[in-house]
């Protein structure tokens, strides 16, 4: 077709070069996106994925270089002119409005209005009909606030499939996906590509981009490796390109050697919002010294409120929990805070951080006003910095202004490091952590589960909440499964696991006689 | 830096003045048209061209603005809109009018005795609504708005109702002695014929220490924290009411304070009764949005205001009515702040805002 060869690739960015206050994000990147193919994007946290993304869907302005959209070279400095291109983005961190419904969300701006009503009947029956050909589970009039970080997710999914986009970005979309929802995505995308979409996709998992993609462009440190052809490389070469050295993902650990019980949880009941019924519902476990138990089960079935009950976030309806052998039922969380418990939450932005903050009043979000950080209500300026530069070396937190980064402009996977490193390094007894590597490169996963497992060995008793099964398998020295908000297996012998029976507990198809826990 | 929203704050600002003072030359234009431009001029430099007194006066006219700022500014920062330095402020006056005016046996102590008492007054207005907020979840501003008028009416019944407050004569508090005013500290010596006193000084060593809370104490981390993410806050274990109540004490102490230096100033300002909210407490909404609520900024966003008000007063010279005055410094103070109130409203809603820009196109496929 047409004259121009460049007309068959549906995006190219030639040449991209973007700086942040002099320090480079983008170092003359080159990007071919060809018509109907899947494109995934790889790199380490901070590689600068994101911020091409922005680029291309003219949230960024680049320094320089070029872009040019089925052939034709365009200037996209907004996102009406991306849209009106036919380009669409899931981005990384979703924006949703927390206090509107699903429904709402996805006909923003497109709203119809009929004698100034909504015409929200119509939209209504658009978003059923997707979420029947999708499989997605949602209550349209569920509010944005309510709902599971994983059904934002499915929303900001639905958005984009809602708007037909014929160039669609996906920034991470998996990142918070349950296995089972991840598969169902891989096959929406497929279908999407069988339609004739282009599809650029940032993922950090191998498996993802080795079943979905056909080419792969990776970045390190703001520049171009290399694009390659998926089915011509191994996960191991991609990782190696990716992270410059090799990768082990199989943590080798030795068996756990339980200790104390650390977390008593008896008989824990969390009260649903009102008119439903309970999200945890009498459930009773301990977790030893030692050992690190995971709570396996899908997105929704009662794990977030059981550990938002635990941390005291949100409201208890019964039940008593104990800190080595201490009453916490009761206690503030500031209390529990300082007393033994270390949190890594499910949601980094909505609790685990100040993004408007500074990296280093983050790092002591937990401490600021304990002795080693405040002198009679003055704040350690020098203290709090040389704490934050030890844990920025430790963690290889990447950003560009070191320890006075303001935290909303650093790479989705290096403010979850943030909120690791400040929660494994603050004294603890039990570490408590929901999705902890989630949106962090296979190095810094790799980094990540080998300190969980040092916490274990330092005695330390670990209560994991994980999505991902090779996580959950990698890690655990118990599982405990969640359906419907009830525990309804334990699994001890993770080596003889069988998945297939694990999937079952999961979805509810069968359950354990649980003895209560002595 | 090519982040489109990163304009640096300060820029803004001075766009809003800008706007502003362009909005005030066409108000000039409209009623005067021959002498529009010599007025704008005197509106910019009349300050500067009337010898020390002008400069005496624009620290003086500053005082209670850079207060009632620092006030709303505080609370801002918190997360709170403390619109009732109004009424915190009238609270002050009164005050620091009692103190002056029934307690001479203080001696040299009286008029420090008489801030602290506004001070109090101040706080305790500023803790109601703090107190309705965190405990009871009523929102501050209905609660503000509500306190500024019975504050109003509760002032005017008790001065009018107190042979030793009551001027009858003028309908309004009787004169302050001399002995109870602020010290000068030979401001009126430097600044000759102006009303300037140590109460400049008081503001800026206020301002001073409220940065010093925000940006190096435990304690200004907390309001901050709140005001920036209260889920996050809540994780950390930071107790949100404390915080609440706290910052809005520590907002209507400052505005109490305003109060007070205005009516011991010795410079003939009263308690008028008459059923007018003063404007001190709304100014200070201005004066904290041009100086984004920062403690420093206010400093300057206030000495600015002062500075056109106290240039305003020579527009009188040319053939301006004294009202015009009024509304041009009013429009250019308002303006500025409408134009950040703005800013900040498109900031916030940038994301939703760029979501409904690229639905609304991105809708053409379905
Ligand atoms: N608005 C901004 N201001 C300053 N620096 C920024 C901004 N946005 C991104 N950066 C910096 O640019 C670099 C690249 O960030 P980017 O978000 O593109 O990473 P990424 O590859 O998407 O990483 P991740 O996998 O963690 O999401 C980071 O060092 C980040 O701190
Ligand atoms: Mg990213």
């Known amino acids: 077709m ?67 959209v089925n052939g034709k070279k365009e200037v996209i400095d907004n996102a009406v002119t991306a849209n009106k291109l036919g380009i669409g983005m899931v981005h990384q961190h979703f924006k949703l409005v927390h206090n509107f419904t699903i429904l709402e969300n996805i006909v923003l701006g497109v709203e119809e209005t009929h004698l100034g009503l909504l015409k929200l009947a119509d939209a209504r029956k658009r978003v059923v009909e997707l979420c029947n050909k999708y499989h997605f589970d949602l209550d349209p009039d569920a509010k944005i606030e309510d709902i599971t970080v994983g059904m934002q997710q499915r929303t900001e999914i639905l958005k984009m499939l809602f708007r037909n986009n014929d160039i669609m970005i996906f920034d991470e979309p998996t990142a918070v996906l349950t296995p089972q929802e991840i598969r169902e995505f891989m096959t929406i995308v497929k279908n999407l590509k069988a339609e004739g979409k282009s599809i650029l996709f940032i993922s950090h998992k191998l498996d993802e981009i080795k079943e979905v993609a056909d080419r792969c462009t990776i970045l390190r440190k703001g520049k171009c490796i290399a694009t390659v052809d998926v089915d011509k490389v191994s996960k191991e070469e991609l990782s190696e390109m990716m992270v410059g ?184 007894k039990l570490m408590i952590a929901v999705q902890p590597t989630r949106g962090l490169d296979v190095g810094a996963i790799e980094y990540i589960h080998k300190s969980i497992v040092k916490q274990r060995d330092m005695g330390i008793g670990v209560l994991l909440v994980s999505f991902e099964l090779e996580e959950v398998m990698n890690l655990a020295d118990r599982i405990l499964v969640m359906f419907e908000g009830e525990i309804v297996a334990e699994f001890t012998d993770i080596q003889n696991l069988d998945l297939n029976e694990l999937g079952l507990y999961m979805a509810g198809g069968k359950r354990m006689n649980m003895k209560e826990v002595a | 830096m090519k982040r489109k929203k990163d304009f640096a704050p300060f820029i803004s600002s001075l766009a809003a003045i800008v706007c502003g003072l362009i909005i005030g030359f066409i108000i000039l234009i409209l009623s005067n048209p021959t002498e529009a431009v010599a007025g704008f001029v005197t509106i910019l430099t009349g300050s500067l061209t009337h010898g020390t007194k002008g400069v005496g006066q624009v620290l003086y006219y500053a005082t209670p603005l850079i207060l009632c700022g620092l006030s709303v500014g505080f609370a801002f920062k918190t997360g709170l809109f403390n619109i009732g330095g109004s009424g915190q402020f009238l609270m002050g006056a009164f005050g620091a009018v009692v103190i ?215 527009l009188q010279l040319f053939h301006f009515s004294k009202e015009i005055i009024d509304i041009i410094v009013a429009v250019i103070i308002y303006f500025s702040a409408f134009a950040l109130i703005i800013k900040k409203f498109l900031e916030r809603y940038n994301e939703k805002k760029k979501d409904k820009e690229y639905n609304l196109i991105g809708n053409k496929g379905a």
């Open chain 2, 100 to 314: 002056g005016l029934t307690c001479p046996q203080l001696g040299p102590f009286q008029w420090v005795v008489g801030l602290l008492f506004a001070i109090l007054l101040g706080a305790i207005w500023g803790a109601i609504p703090g107190i309705l907020k965190a405990y009871f979840n009523v929102n501050e501003v209905i609660t503000c708005i509500m306190l500024n008028y019975v504050s109003l009416f509760w002032v005017n019944m008790t001065v009018k109702g107190s042979k030793v407050l009551f001027n009858a004569l003028r309908n309004e508090s009787k004169d302050i002695p001399k002995v109870a005013t602020l010290p000068k500290l030979g401001f009126d010596v430097i600044f000759d014929g102006s009303s300037v006193n140590s109460g400049i000084i008081i503001a800026i060593l206020v301002a001073i220490l409220l940065y010093i809370i925000l940006e190096k104490t435990t304690f200004g981390y907390e309001l901050k924290a709140c005001g920036l993410n209260k889920n996050a806050s809540k994780y950390a274990g930071i107790n949100e009411n404390r915080s609440i109540v706290y910052s809005m004490v520590i907002a209507g102490a400052i505005a109490g304070l305003a109060g007070g230096i205005m009516l011991l100033s010795g410079t003939g300002r009263h308690i008028e009764i008459k059923d007018v909210i003063p404007s001190e407490g709304f100014n200070g909404i201005s004066v904290a949005l041009l100086g984004v609520s920062n403690p420093i900024g206010v400093i300057f966003s206030g000495l600015f205001i002062a500075y056109l008000t106290a240039g305003g007063f020579y």
């Open chain 1, 2 to 68: 047409g004259n121009n060869a460049n007309e068959n690739y549906a995006i190219e960015m030639k040449n991209i070069t973007l700086s942040f206050n002099k320090k480079i994000a983008n170092d003359n990147v080159t990007l071919r996106l060809r018509k109907g193919e899947v494109h995934a994007l790889l790199g380490e946290n901070g590689a600068g994925k994101s911020t091409l993304m922005n680029v291309l869907f003219g949230l960024y302005k680049a320094d320089s270089g070029e872009i040019y």
């Open chain 1, 245 to 428: 050295r090799k990768v082990n993902l199989k943590v080798d650990k030795a068996p756990a050697k339980p200790g104390n019980v650390v977390l008593e949880v008896r008989h824990l009941s969390v009260a649903g919002e009102r008119g439903h019924k309970d999200k945890v519902r009498d459930v009773s476990f301990d977790v030893r010294a030692g050992e690190i138990v995971c709570i396996a089960g899908i997105d929704g079935n009662g794990q977030s409120e059981l550990i938002k009950g635990i941390t005291g976030t949100k409201p208890l309806k019964s039940g008593t929990i104990k800190i080595d052998g201490q009453d916490f039922t009761h206690k503030s969380i500031r209390y529990k805070n300082t007393h033994g418990i270390s949190h890594i939450p499910e949601d980094r932005h909505r609790d685990g951080l100040i993004l408007d903050y500074d990296m280093e009043k983050n790092m002591v979000l937990q401490e600021y006003f304990e002795k080693r950080f405040s002198h009679s209500g003055f704040l350690k300026e020098k203290e709090i910095a040389e704490y934050t530069d030890e844990l920025i070396d430790e963690y290889d937190i990447r950003s560009m202004a070191g320890g006075t980064s303001i935290v909303r402009n650093m790479s989705g996977g290096n403010q979850q490091k943030i909120i690791i490193a400040r929660e494994m390094t603050k004294e603890h």
